[in-house]
């Protein structure tokens, strides 16, 4: 078998497993009522047509579209030093490339995602990725076909790309990043305030579906504090918290 001819099979396989496990733990979590007090909103109704379409769009994309992708994409990543059966890097190599995937994904994702909700393109673009307010996981792919590729998938490899990191290191990113956007969109809320602060997953991102009102981050929420595009969100958390700690759940 080739390295493209593996790097594909490999690319795609991970993909498809790791999607599909993960929103299946989720789907058993919504329907048995599992953690419902770390839900965001416990009580809304989800869009189930609207999930069915989801499904279908997705299974043909990573049938077809994510081998092809793959299959393109193996030759740029050749070209810039991946290596698909060589000798795995030392762990400060690892480290180093994944934090750049992560800095380059931030940063593309924040300004991609801005651009996305500009009046110009919005409403040919990322209007359909908008059509759920209230988030399931399988919600992190269902996009317009331009926007997935220029922005969603491009952005997420840009980094690996760019250090032309060896296939093992780029399919442990895919683990990464694909389980961060899996989570951004479950409509769960795990983490404690002091680190959910920082990241883009959970209440920051469900805030940006339910109001579709700034919170554009693609890993943290670092480009949000310093653009000032997560003022309404901040103003809205401190009414929320204060509501909380006046009538607080029974547990």
């Known amino acids: 078998m080739s390295d493209q001819i593996f790097f594909v099979l490999a690319t795609s396989l991970l993909n498809f497993a790791l999607f599909w496990a993960h929103n299946l733990l989720l789907f058993v979590m919504y329907k048995v009522k599992f953690l419902k007090r770390y839900q965001i909103q416990p009580d809304a109704e989800v869009d189930v047509p609207l999930v069915w379409e989801n499904i279908r769009e997705t299974l043909i994309a990573q049938v077809v579209g994510v081998p092809l992708a793959a299959y393109v994409l193996f030759q740029p990543f050749s070209y810039m030093g991946m290596s698909v059966r060589g000798p795995i890097p030392a762990y400060s190599v690892i480290f180093r490339d994944l934090l750049v995937a992560a800095a380059v994904t931030d940063t593309m994702g924040y300004w991609g995602h801005r651009?996305?909700?500009?009046?110009?393109?919005?409403?040919?673009?990322?209007?359909?990725?908008?059509?759920?307010?209230?988030?399931?996981?399988?919600?992190?792919?269902?996009?317009?076909?331009?926007?997935?590729?220029?922005?969603?998938?491009?952005?997420?490899?840009?980094?690996?790309?760019?250090?032309?990191?060896?296939?093992?290191?780029?399919?442990?990113?895919?683990?990464?990043?694909?389980?961060?956007?899996?989570?951004?969109?479950?409509?769960?809320?795990?983490?404690?305030?002091?680190?959910?602060?920082?990241?883009?997953?959970?209440?920051?991102?469900?805030?940006?579906?339910?109001?579709?009102?700034?919170?554009?981050?693609?890993?943290?929420?670092?480009?949000?504090?310093?653009?000032?595009?997560?003022?309404?969100?901040?103003?809205?958390?401190?009414?929320?918290?204060?509501?909380?700690?006046?009538?607080?759940?029974?547990?």
């Open 115 to 251: 651009a996305l909700h500009h009046k110009s393109v919005y409403k040919y673009f990322h209007k359909k990725h908008h059509r759920y307010t209230v988030n399931v996981g399988i919600a992190a792919v269902f996009a317009h076909p331009v926007e997935d590729t220029f922005h969603n998938t491009f952005s997420s490899i840009a980094g690996c790309l760019l250090m032309g990191t060896h296939a093992l290191v780029f399919w442990l990113w895919v683990v990464i990043r694909q389980t961060e956007s899996i989570n951004a969109h479950s409509g769960y809320q795990f983490l404690p305030n002091f680190i959910s602060k920082w990241c883009s997953g959970g209440r920051f991102h469900e805030y940006h579906h339910s109001h579709n009102v700034g919170n554009y981050g693609a890993l943290t929420t670092i480009w949000d504090h310093l653009m000032g595009t997560d003022v309404s969100f901040l103003e809205y958390e401190q009414k929320r918290l204060a509501k909380d700690a006046a009538h607080p759940k029974s547990s």
